[in-house]
């Protein structure tokens, strides 16, 4: 397509910077709870609406961020880091709308850090331990489909994250009314066109089943047009009756995104001798809702964490450093608080349930070592509070646009290794090893002073050819 | 005769003489080899370790002694000329393989080397932000012509628009400064002193960054009374011999006024049409441009694009300054000597020419000297700067 032939200054504007800032998305709709609970207007919401902007120092210190006006010295000096996101160029105030973005830009590059790739949901609640186990990226090419055609679709159904209609679930009834209305309600002879189609293939693959039996040609196929009314409205009584079969036609018709189906052991009583019946695997976004944006939501494109991390002592590590949390909720049962609650790289991280040192809760453990403690008692006196080492295992991204964090213990080597490197407290290996080497200070044999005390460190190099003094 | 310490059959004595610097004796440490001791060290069966300090005797004893001789080293070629030669060779083959870092933009580069109406370009335009309006329900419609669009909230100025007027409003500096005009830069918002004493500076004008004296150009005679003046010729000469003129004559009145924000100083734009005096202003597009004269549409309110804007018409005062010099070098002026400095002279010339004939009648009185009689000449002004600021800037200019 030729592009519009525009003057060298308009051609210049579109090329500049400020034009090439993206709209501010809309914000998170928010929890409709929210009326009955504590909100914050001033909390860091879910995901970031607006670019990021910064400037060198040189302009800075003039205040010159690029954008109408020079921005306020005293704001945006004494910063720690130099990042606002523009909500407005110029207001009706004479002044530009600002505010500082380090909080979703310095937890974009902490998360970084944590070379965390995104994994697809899990199917059900229930089956959290073994997605933090196993994940999948969601750069898997089985889900990661966009352009696809009407047969890819239904094959892709459970697996795909991108869907023309609504998530029936996710919306309101003044929402779900409006749909009925304005799409579904005008499509009704469409829809019925689309089942006479199914039924006229099931009849022509019942036909030739039972020619089969009886060892006769297979008579000629039934075409749509055949069907009477009368079949189809039996065909319809019989689909009314089985919800599940009814929401996947409707669902592939609408191309709805998948809910959470529940399959119960009661349905099966339900279902009609001599059909063949479709049972598959539930999709990852039934729960709690497609994705709003790519699954990744662009935060990682990383597909697996599975590299190898070195030690220039200990060699190759099997787990890569743990990741110091933080304990923003001690267990407390007073304050009806039974579950722990950790941060993360800025986020709030997901314990799993299982055999864990942060599910631990007997009274045995609480005071006897420094985890136990931070998981059990608000630590006012430590800088920053109570914090606890984890190892992050999966990183999904909720239908709100929500980080979700796995987070589950680490192993103690790799700990031990981190505090050492870090030269924290209780990850003395190396010196105590070398320590053990040396002679103690009182010698254990008074008189072996004679005796030619040898360094354990000098043992000559190669430049003297085992030449010690 | 003993030539190296390495030889064999080195006497023990001269071995302890040859000891002594410690230099050697490190040498020797660090070598690989062993050094050969011979069989001369049986007398001696400590093993000392070599680099332990050999104490000296006392200097009496060593009087006899043979003096060390130099070490010679194997004769290493000198190939200093040839490290040199391959040097730079290497940096001629590999001296320009890498990135080089270039620092383009400089926030202080428009005063260390302020852009004239020749750079006046659209990058450099859009790169000092002066194609951003106000907020779209800020606007003056009047502006509509000047504005190509809106985006995120604000109206966007048409960079050629910009350019076209600022090349224009620099034209019109250049040629008042060239006439001999008196040029005012005013910016009274915080930050844009810098700005209007630079330009001030180059194109030899009066500058303002304080509040404007309501009445300085329409009350003059009240305000400014009593501010010092000053005759310059054609070559910016001052011109004695117009004292009493200079006592009675009204104060100066600016010949163009360039205006950085015209929103907060409609006083001294309504003074000066009130006079006739052109006006030049940057025109955001919440200003009415029908207050100045000549309207620059660009951004009012960033500094880096008035900066850009005073720096280009400084410039080109400067230039119409230069110009006008050498010409009058050549014998050209291009303007004409004020009325009433006319009419002041005229009277001189009169009342000299009745003093010669009284001189001729009674000879032996002094003459008065006639300044009339030199040509052309050029009234100009120059008044006290501590005692009104908004007049201190009326500095070394030239009148009408």
């Keep these: 397509m030729a592009q519009r032939s525009v003057s060298p200054g308009a051609a210049l504007l579109r090329s500049s910077r400020m034009f090439s800032m993206p709209a501010p998305i809309p914000p998170p709709p928010g929890d409709y709870s929210s009326a009955t609970k504590h909100y914050s207007p001033t909390a860091t919401i879910n995901y970031p609406t607006h670019l990021s902007v910064t400037t060198p120092s040189s302009s800075r210190i003039v205040g010159d961020w690029g954008f109408k006006r020079p921005f306020p010295l005293k704001t945006t000096l004494k910063t720690t880091y130099p990042l606002v996101r523009v909500r407005q160029v110029d207001s009706t105030e004479h002044v530009t709308d600002f505010q500082s973005s380090s909080d979703h830009t310095i937890t974009l590059q902490k998360f970084q850090e944590l070379n965390m790739p995104i994994s697809v949901p899990p199917e059900h609640a229930d089956d959290k331990y073994k997605q933090a186990q196993t994940p999948v990226s969601v750069f898997e090419e089985e889900g990661d489909v966009t352009a696809i055609d009407s047969q890819m679709a239904v094959d892709l159904e459970n697996k795909r994250w991108k869907f023309k209609g609504p998530w029936l679930a996710g919306l309101t009834d003044g929402q779900f009314n409006e749909y009925l209305e304005k799409t579904v309600r005008t499509r009704r002879p469409e829809f019925r066109a689309y089942l006479k189609g199914l039924l006229a293939k099931e009849m022509t693959e019942d036909q030739g089943r039972v020619a089969r039996e009886a060892g006769e040609t297979a008579p000629a196929a039934v075409n749509a047009g055949d069907v009477t009314e009368t079949q189809l409205v039996g065909y319809l009584r019989r689909l009314r009756t089985d919800r599940m079969e009814l929401f996947r036609l409707v669902g592939r018709f609408l191309d709805l995104a998948p809910i959470a189906g529940d399959l119960k052991l009661r349905h099966l009583g339900s279902l009609e001798p001599n059909k063949a019946t479709h049972l598959t695997r539930a999709s990852p976004y039934g729960a709690t809702g497609p994705p709003i944006t790519h699954p990744s939501a662009g935060l990682s494109y990383l597909r697996t964490r599975n590299f190898g991390d070195n030690h220039p002592v200990y060699g190759p590590q099997k787990h890569h450093p743990p990741v110091k949390t933080r304990v923003l909720m001690p267990r407390s049962s007073g304050t009806g608080n039974f579950d722990v609650v950790l941060g993360i790289a800025g986020f709030v991280a997901e314990t799993p349930y299982g055999d864990l040192t942060f599910n631990i809760k007997t009274i045995k453990g609480r005071n006897q070592t420094d985890m136990g403690r931070a998981l059990h008692s608000l630590e006012l006196e430590k800088y920053g509070g109570g914090k606890v080492y984890g190892r992050p295992t999966a990183t999904t991204i909720d239908s709100n646009g929500r980080v979700r964090i796995n987070v589950t213990d680490a192993s103690k080597e790799s700990e031990t290794i981190h505090k050492e490197m870090l030269g924290e407290e209780g990850g003395e290996v190396y010196e105590k090893a070398l320590k053990s080497n040396e002679p103690p200070e009182v010698p254990l044999n008074p008189r072996g002073h004679m005796r030619q005390r040898r360094s354990p460190l000098l043992q000559g190099s190669s430049e003297s050819y085992g030449w010690t003094l | ?400």
Excluded at chain 2, 72 to 82: E, G, I, L, N, S
Aim: glycine share 6%; hydrophobic share 35%; net charge neutral.
């Design chain 2, 1 to 400: 005769m003993i030539d190296s310490p390495l030889l064999t059959g080195i006497s023990i004595k001269a071995r302890r003489a040859l000891a002594a610097p410690a230099r050697q004796a490190c040498l020797r440490a660090l070598s690989t080899q062993p050094t050969p001791t011979g069989v001369a060290d049986l007398t001696d069966p400590i093993l000392q370790p070599p680099n332990a300090q050999t104490p000296q005797p006392p200097s009496i004893f060593t009087a006899n002694a043979k003096p060390g001789t130099r070490r010679k080293r194997p004769a290493a070629p000198d190939t200093t000329v040839q490290d040199y030669h391959r040097a730079l060779d290497l940096k001629q083959q590999l001296g320009r393989v890498g990135s080089r870092v270039e620092r383009t933009y400089r926030p202080a580069d428009v005063f260390l080397n302020p852009p004239g109406p020749k750079d006046v370009t659209l990058e450099l335009l859009m790169a000092s932000q002066a194609h951003m309006g106000h907020h779209t329900s800020l606007w003056n419609p009047a502006n509509a012509r000047y504005i190509y669009g809106v985006r995120q909230g604000i109206h966007i100025i048409s960079l050629e628009q910009t350019a076209a007027h600022l090349r224009r409003a620099a034209r019109v500096v250049e040629e008042v400064a060239y006439r001999g005009g008196l040029i005012l830069f005013v910016g009274t918002r915080p930050g844009q002193t810098q700005i209007v004493t630079q330009a001030a500076r180059m194109s030899r004008a009066c500058h303002l960054f304080t509040k404007w004296t309501p009445g300085s150009i329409t009350n003059s005679e009240v305000i400014l009374n009593g501010m010092q003046m000053q005759m310059l010729d054609e070559h910016d000469e001052p011109i004695e011999g117009f004292h009493r003129h200079l006592n009675e004559r009204r104060p100066l009145v600016p010949d163009l006024v360039v205006c950085l924000n015209p929103l907060e100083n409609y006083v001294l734009l309504h003074e000066c049409s009130l006079v006739n005096v052109p006006t030049i202003g940057v025109v955001d597009t919440n200003t009415e441009p029908t207050w100045v004269t000549y309207a620059i549409p660009a951004n009012d309110d960033s500094l880096r694009c008035l900066a850009v804007v005073g720096s280009v018409l400084g410039r080109a005062g400067e230039a119409g300054h230069l110009r006008r010099l050498d010409d009058a070098k050549k014998g050209s002026v291009a303007w004409q000597t004020p009325l009433d400095v006319q009419k002041f002279m005229e009277i001189e010339r009169q009342n000299a020419e009745k003093d010669a004939m009284k001189e001729a009648r009674n000879p032996g009185h002094d003459s008065l000297s006639n300044d009339g009689e030199r040509g052309q000449k050029k009234a100009a002004a120059d008044s006290l700067s501590q005692e009104f600021p908004q007049i201190a800037d009326f500095n070394s200019s030239s009148s009408r």
